[in-house]
């Protein structure tokens, strides 16, 4: 049988990539080093630098880089650290791998609803579901916007909890001109193809302490100390281990557990190119969803039939997608809706994964109770949906194509 992909009219991302990306994904090639090195590495400090973090490490995927925060908060190494059996809230509207660490590192955890104007966690619900167990929270910032990540911060302070921070959606936002992804103990990013900026498969992992940096940079590799050569800060520890332990090679010194999280040269040349013009996407993104919602909420046909997320106060946003919530009169058209933006040529997506205690792994891993009740998660996957925000500027007749399909659900 012949598989092939759908073409789309509008896609999720439309020329991700352009020559610039692809060229410099292709000097790495005709370099012959391909495996994680210099280039790497230059990512790496560029990205912390911009975005204000002591550390960053990159690695394959953000879903990896959840993986390693996850494992790098409950090592040995660390003093104050997760044991199993600890609690961790996560907000119900989830990718999985935000979930999953969790439970391979043998954490419970604790489910908490949504804002329906936001998509993020609701403060006043987190806050009830803090008791003796709960010894972090895993925060996910959904899409281009957050919560307060102030108010989390105070919260986790004055209950000694560690803060992971998802921010694989969010790349280049800020809130009171602080880029999200800086306010946990770690902080996770993704390049995937439809983020804010892509290497096809690849993430990061960022932290600002330098214990919790060791641990990261040992799992990343197999629990090594390999590498050191583009890594000038860890030949302290590779001495201190070489001379310890004289009767090893010192080039192979394993000190930790650890996964091969590690990604390639390629991924990073492409990486990097592409993070050199996060704040021009920012600014398209941004246009473009100015663009749209001004178009379809300017037509003649135009009647509340959906609503745009509310961006909150002090967030300077930085879009990934658009998502989009059905009026509640258009529930039960919701299915024949997205199959018309789909026959049309729109491409779209559920919210994240929605409700998360609705997936069949959820209920393999037993991961809800039968009366846990999230109402507003619920409504978000009842009535949401996602369509693309592109890089480059659209132009009137797309944007004009695309709101003319969306305001068809009267017709439906």
């Known amino acids: 049988m012949n598989y092939q992909f759908k073409k789309y009219k509008y896609g999720l991302l439309d020329n991700g990539l352009d020559t610039k990306d692809i060229n410099s994904g292709i000097k790495v090639l005709k370099s012959y080093q391909i495996t994680m090195?210099?280039?790497?590495?230059k990512f790496e400090l560029e990205f912390a630098k911009k975005i204000g973090v002591k550390h960053a490490l990159m690695v394959n995927s953000g879903s990896s880089a959840n993986l390693l925060a996850i494992f790098a908060s409950g090592n040995p190494l660390r003093k104050n650290r997760l044991k199993p059996g600890d609690e961790v809230l996560v907000p119900v509207l989830c990718w999985p791998t935000s979930v999953w660490p969790l439970i391979?590192?043998?954490l419970k955890p604790v489910f908490v609803d949504i804002d329906v104007l936001t998509l993020n966690v609701s403060l006043s619900k987190l806050i009830k579901k803090i008791t003796k167990k709960t010894k972090a929270i895993f925060i996910i910032n959904v899409l281009g916007i957050s919560c307060d990540l102030h108010k989390i911060k105070k919260i986790a302070e004055k209950n000694n909890l560690i803060i992971f921070e998802d921010n694989c959606e969010s790349l280049g936002s800020k809130i009171k001109n602080k880029y999200l992804g800086t306010f946990g103990d770690f902080s996770t990013f993704s390049f995937f193809y439809s983020?804010?900026?892509?290497?096809g498969e690849g993430g990061m992992v960022a932290c600002n302490n330098d214990k919790d940096y060791e641990i990261l940079f040992s799992l990343r590799s197999h629990g090594w100390l390999g590498g050191v050569r583009f890594y000038p800060r860890n030949w302290k520890k590779f001495n201190y281990y070489a001379k310890k332990y004289p009767n090893l090679d010192p080039r192979y010194i394993f000190v930790n557990s650890g996964f091969n999280l590690r990604p390639t040269d390629i991924q990073a040349a492409i990486g990097f190119s592409q993070f050199k013009k996060l704040e021009t996407f920012i600014k398209n993104r941004n246009f473009n969803r100015k663009l749209i919602i001004y178009e379809v909420e300017n037509s003649l046909k135009w009647n509340y039939q959906f609503r745009f997320i509310k961006v909150p106060n002090n967030i300077r946003p930085?879009?990934?997608?658009?998502?989009?919530i059905l009026d509640k009169k258009f529930k039960h058209k919701k299915k024949k809706f997205i199959n018309y933006l789909e026959s049309q040529g729109i491409e779209t997506r559920p919210i994240i994964s929605g409700s998360f205690n609705n997936q069949p792994a959820a209920k393999l891993y037993n991961l809800f109770q039968k009366n846990d009740v999230y109402k507003n998660a619920q409504e978000i996957e009842e009535l949401g949906f996602i369509i693309g925000?592109?890089?480059?500027?659209?132009?009137?007749?797309?944007?004009?194509?695309?709101?003319?399909?969306?305001?068809?659900?009267d017709e439906l």
């Open 318 to 324: 930085s879009w990934m997608l658009l998502p989009i």
């Open 195 to 199: 983020h804010q900026i892509t290497s």
């Open 37 to 41: 090195a210099t280039h790497t590495r």
């Open 104 to 106: 391979q590192f043998g």
């Open 389 to 409: 925000l592109h890089t480059n500027r659209m132009s009137k007749s797309k944007v004009k194509f695309l709101a003319d399909r969306l305001l068809m659900i």
